[in-house]
């Protein structure tokens, strides 16, 4: 069991935060086109970036925004809404860090979270606000055996 699951299995309240790291590359970025079917060429063609101003190809958007849903996997969050806002690209290469925190929760389980995602540099790439349900009783003890 990681330890995030094992935080979530305990119960979660406002202020917790997890944080989890990722270098991504081109494979993924290739994978996640096919999925998706978005083959704009800003992620599979070098002349087509270097057109946009970029100094290369870059992984998607939501791809790296993606970071958040293993986390909440962890969690057992149970998503109700996500906003993003893409604030700089990513490339191939790049070591991306998750900071995900909850900022509410009530006593229905209902939530809200922010998460901020960097680069390697500390440049922030993606900024997301999320709502959600966090597990119950029961569910965090089904966390704990998992």
């Known amino acids: 069991m990681t330890t995030i699951r094992e935080q979530a299995s305990r119960g979660l309240k406002q202020g917790d935060a997890f944080t989890i790291t ?7 970025t290739n994978v996640f086109g096919e999925i998706s079917r978005d083959m704009n ?5 070098e002349r087509f970036a270097a057109a946009k101003g970029l100094r290369g190809k870059i992984c998607h958007g939501l791809l790296v925004g993606g970071m958040i849903t293993e986390i909440g996997g962890q969690i057992g969050w149970l998503a109700s809404g996500m906003n993003f806002r893409f604030r700089r690209p990513v490339y191939f290469g790049d070591t991306i860090t998750c900071v995900f925190t909850i900022t509410e929760a009530d006593e229905r389980n209902r939530a809200k979270a922010d998460a901020i995602l960097s680069n390697q540099q500390g440049e922030v790439v993606v900024e997301a606000w ?17």
């Open 41 to 45: 060429p800003i992620h599979c063609d």
């Open 130 to 146: 999320l709502t959600g349900v966090l597990p119950g009783q029961a569910e965090r003890a089904i966390l704990a055996q998992t």
């Open 22 to 28: 990722r270098t991504f590359n081109e494979r993924d």
